[in-house]
């Protein structure tokens, strides 16, 4: 992995390009259906496309987590400094928001917004707490499993969880603080951010949790293979 300044860049720009893809897609989908549902499936596959290229690229200098949840979970883990987790954090966040900003130049509407989109009810909080579980455990059966195809996984995942949870599946509390900074197709009121994070950090602590267990190597097999290691010394 690559030194800590590499580290938070890819952090950051990865998180940018993620929001600026989100936002974006919205925005482009909304100016070009009035149809919801298709304005949505044109902002869901290239979120879940993006995924693939980001993770791909950015993956062996940051592990491309572009997430505080995944973050917290890797710290928790203790597969990364808690110090270092920090700045992690605040590194999605600030390049998240910057997604929000470029995605609004680019289609030439106001820089700075404020969402004034509703997003709450124990309906979306379940919704983002099972997406966030969702998320963090394919991630770690993709490690303990198929690491190589972790940028598919999560890619293919999101785009399947936009549609099958009530809240399109922010999963990430860094994009949802940046879509509030986005009065578009893809934003959230400040006043529902707090709902939203604290679900989908306890569904990534849920999913660490049962993936401990699920994921372990079975005692049965690791005796055998300590039985076999003494037969051969």
Do not use: C
Not at 99 to 104: P, R
Not at 146 to 156: R, T
Not at 198 to 210: K, P
């Amino acid at each position: 992995m690559a030194d800590l300044n590499r580290r938070l860049v890819a952090e950051v720009l990865g998180t940018a390009i993620l929001v600026a893809t989100v936002v974006g897609s919205g925005i482009m989908a909304d100016r070009l259906t009035d149809d919801v549902a298709l304005a949505l499936l044109g902002n869901t596959l290239p979120t879940g496309a993006i995924l693939v290229v980001l993770i791909t690229i950015l993956g062996p200098i940051s592990g491309a987590h572009f997430n505080p949840a995944v973050t917290m979970v890797f710290a928790l883990r203790r597969e990364i400094e808690m110090n270092v987790a920090l700045l992690y954090v605040i590194a999605q966040v600030v390049g998240g928001i910057l997604g929000s900003l470029l995605a609004h130049a680019m289609f030439e509407l106001p820089i700075v917004q404020v969402s004034e989109t509703v997003r709450t009810g124990s309906g979306q909080w379940v919704a983002e707490a099972v997406a966030a579980f969702g998320l963090v455990f394919t991630i770690l059966a993709g490690l303990r499993f198929k690491s190589d195809a972790i940028p598919w996984l999560v890619g293919l995942y999101i785009t399947a969880a936009y549609w099958f949870t009530a809240s399109t599946s922010f999963a990430n509390p860094a994009v949802a603080i940046a879509r509030a900074f986005s009065n578009t197709f893809a934003g959230i009121r400040p006043l529902d951010l707090p709902g939203f994070i604290v679900a989908e950090l306890l569904g990534a602590l849920l999913a660490m949790w049962l993936a401990g267990w699920l994921l372990a190597e079975p005692k049965l097999a690791a005796q055998e293979i300590k039985s076999k290691l003494k037969a051969a010394e």
